[in-house]
């Protein structure tokens, strides 16, 4: 069986180097392809796919927000989310999104190879520590550290701030109106019972949201 992968990601590198890889395979063959959530969002409702690889930061709507309304369209997706991010806060976003597996882009081609496999035999592949954590990461309210209860926009803008990026080129890098960056900045404070940027990077630093 030849699976059908489409790819989406932003960097036409990372793009490039996964086709002439997955080329090398006798039965995964490249279908389509995008640069940004928007357009991926389109060509995935279009069909024709197998599995498809999201990356999770892309412009204008990002891989999340592309995983959560595909899978409203169809919840038998087969969706693999890649990110640079290694820590588990995303990790467990995607998967609790509709995901049926997240790696990082630098984990091994055998196993990224491996899983476009299961996923395409309907299976679902999950780090063994990170299915611990989705497991018994059910303690009470009060315990859940203030960053999981932003939306996955938010947690992008606050990385971004924590590294010192102004709201005006996050707006740029985001696609998005300076307006809209400032909107987003405000409900992360008061979620985040914050008052200026120093307390977020604080924040960022000491949680090692960056890691």
Same mark, same amino acid.
């Given at each position: 069986?030849?699976?059908?992968?489409?790819?989406? @990601?932003?960097?036409?590198?990372?793009?490039?180097?996964? =086709?002439?890889? /997955?080329?090398?395979?006798?039965?995964?063959?490249?279908?389509?392809?995008?640069? @940004?959530?928007?357009?991926?969002?389109?060509?995935?409702?279009?069909?024709?796919?197998?599995?498809?690889? /999201?990356?999770?930061?892309?412009?204008?709507?990002?891989?999340?927000?592309?995983? =959560?309304?595909?899978?409203?369209?169809?919840?038998?997706?087969?969706? /693999?989310?890649?990110?640079?991010?290694?820590?588990?806060?995303?990790?467990?976003?995607?998967?609790?999104?509709?995901?049926?597996?997240?790696?990082?882009?630098?984990?091994?081609?055998?196993?990224?190879?491996?899983?476009?496999?299961?996923?395409?035999?309907?299976?679902?592949?999950?780090?063994?520590?990170?299915?611990? =954590?989705?497991?018994?990461?059910?303690?009470?309210?009060?315990?859940?550290?203030?960053?999981?209860?932003?939306?996955?926009?938010?947690?992008?803008?606050?990385?971004?701030?924590?590294?010192?990026?102004?709201?005006?080129?996050?707006?740029? =890098?985001?696609?998005? *109106?300076?307006?809209?960056? *400032?909107?987003?900045?405000?409900?992360?404070?008061?979620?985040?019972?914050?008052?200026?940027?120093?307390?977020?990077?604080?924040?960022?630093?000491?949680?090692?949201?960056?890691?």
């Amino acid at each position: 069986m030849i699976i059908r992968v489409f790819l989406a @990601d932003d960097h036409r590198l990372f793009r490039d180097g996964l =086709k002439r890889i /997955l080329a090398e395979t006798s039965d995964i063959v490249v279908v389509g392809e995008a640069t @940004d959530g928007l357009e991926a969002l389109k060509k995935m409702r279009h069909g024709g796919w197998d599995v498809a690889l /999201l990356d999770v930061s892309m412009p204008g709507m990002n891989g999340l927000e592309v995983l =959560k309304r595909i899978m409203t369209d169809d919840a038998k997706h087969q969706v /693999l989310m890649l990110s640079t991010y290694h820590e588990d806060e995303y990790a467990i976003r995607t998967i609790r999104a509709g995901a049926s597996a997240y790696l990082t882009k630098n984990s091994p081609i055998d196993l990224l190879i491996s899983v476009i496999r299961r996923l395409a035999n309907g299976g679902k592949y999950i780090d063994p520590e990170l299915a611990e =954590k989705l497991l018994f990461d059910l303690g009470p309210a009060a315990s859940i550290p203030p960053h999981s209860i932003l939306s996955d926009r938010e947690l992008d803008v606050l990385k971004l701030i924590a590294v010192g990026i102004p709201l005006t080129e996050i707006s740029q =890098k985001l696609a998005l *109106s300076a307006k809209t960056v *400032s909107t987003y900045r405000t409900r992360i404070l008061e979620k985040m019972n914050m008052q200026n940027n120093a307390q977020l990077v604080r924040y960022v630093t000491e949680h090692k949201l960056m890691e």
